[in-house]
Structure formats: C-alpha cells, structure tokens
C-alpha cells in the first residue's frame, strides 16, 4: 500500500509496532520511488502514542492529505468461555481505539479535499466464530466508517473502508496453526488468499478524489468471488 501511494507522487509515513527491519524494508521500497518515506515506531493501542504518532507523521511530511487507519490485533479461541477480558480488551484498543485516537488527531491537520480510509475486513461483514472479538472491532470499523462520513461530509473530507477477505499478511502466520495456514483462503470461489499489492489499489482508488469523488461511507470488499446477502 505504501509502494502503491508513491508510485503515484505521495510522501509517505508508516507506523509500526516492533518490526524494525519490516519497516526498514518498506522504507526503501519507497524511497527508490522517488518519494520520502517516514517510520515511526509506536503501540497504537495507547491514546497518547496514537497522538504522537500523527504529531510526528506531520512534522515528517509538512502536513497530512490521506489517513489510512491499518492496525490489527487477532487470536483465534474455539468459544466464547475461552476468550478472557484481556484478549477482549487488548483487541479493541488495538483495532478501533486507535482507529479513534489517530482520526481524532489527524483531523486538525486535515483540509478540504482529504480522505481516511480505514481497514475492515469480511469478518466485520458476515462474523467469524473462531474471531469473535476480532470481527466485533471490524463490524464496528463499518459503523466508525459511516458516521464519521456523515460528520465529516460538510468538510469535504471523504471517509471510507476496504473489508478485504483472505490475504496474506504477516498477521496470518503469526497467529494461526500451520494446517490451517497451508490451507489459508481456499474457501473462497477464486480458491486462494489475495496478494497485499492486489489490495492496494483498493486504497489508491479512495484517496484519490479524481477516481473517487463521489464515495463516502462506502464500504468495499475484495473478497474473492464470495458474495454476502443484503
């Protein structure tokens, strides 16, 4: 996503939690674009790292035009007992709070013309009995994404998501047993997880007002080939 956004003339700034050399990567996958490329460590479960964060994306780039909100938290249970108030809470600040505390500070920084695209998933669309928290903080990303559309429209500041469903992320192996990694995504129709750059566009398209204008509170979700009623 970040290569994606540089490749068509933005400045980047990445937050990460611990994965220095991850982040290092990234950094110069951008620069070799042409662009400048921001790292800022920081745990965007806590309210006053959410704030210095964007505090130090702006002083990085002169300012902010695009806010992607792009943290998660997951660990699988097999029930409803097994899942402890810990997990519940970690979940939540890591998934939504932050989505809340960073928007909150970005928006001072945030003009006419802007766009926040935040980062559902089809958990948040149709549940997932082994993520319960999880797919609660996605479902509520949906409803964050939609009301502050209708808050911000008179600012003409554009907020909308992607609710991607199976991709392959650092989060996947990280957290899910290997029989079930080596079958990650087949169930979907096209039978495989997507690729993060297939991805990407999805988050070009919304910051760029050219392609995307007239979308606000829209919720889009390359799933695959899977379809969900309603």
Known sequence: MSVAFAKEGADVAIVYL???EDAAHTRRLVEATGRRCATIRADLSSEAECEGAVSEAVRALGGLEVLVNNVAYQSPVQSLE????????RTFK?????????????????AKGASIINTSSINGLRGNKSLIDYAATKGAI?????????????????????????????????????????????????GRAAHPDEIAPSYVFFAAARLSSYYTGEVLAPIGGETLPG
Request: charged share 20%; proline share 8%.
């Open 18 to 20: 611990a994965e220095d």
């Open 82 to 89: 097994e899942l402890s108030s810990e997990q519940w809470d």
């Open 94 to 110: 890591t998934n939504i709070y932050s989505y809340f505390w960073v928007t909150r500070a970005a928006l001072t920084h945030l």
């Open 142 to 190: 949906n409803a964050l994404t939609q009301s502050l559309a209708q808050s911000l429209v008179e600012r003409e500041i554009r907020v909308n998501a992607v609710a991607p469903g199976p991709v392959w992320t650092p989060l996947i192996p990280a957290t899910m047993p290997k029989e079930r990694v080596a079958h990650f995504g087949e169930q979907v129709p096209m």
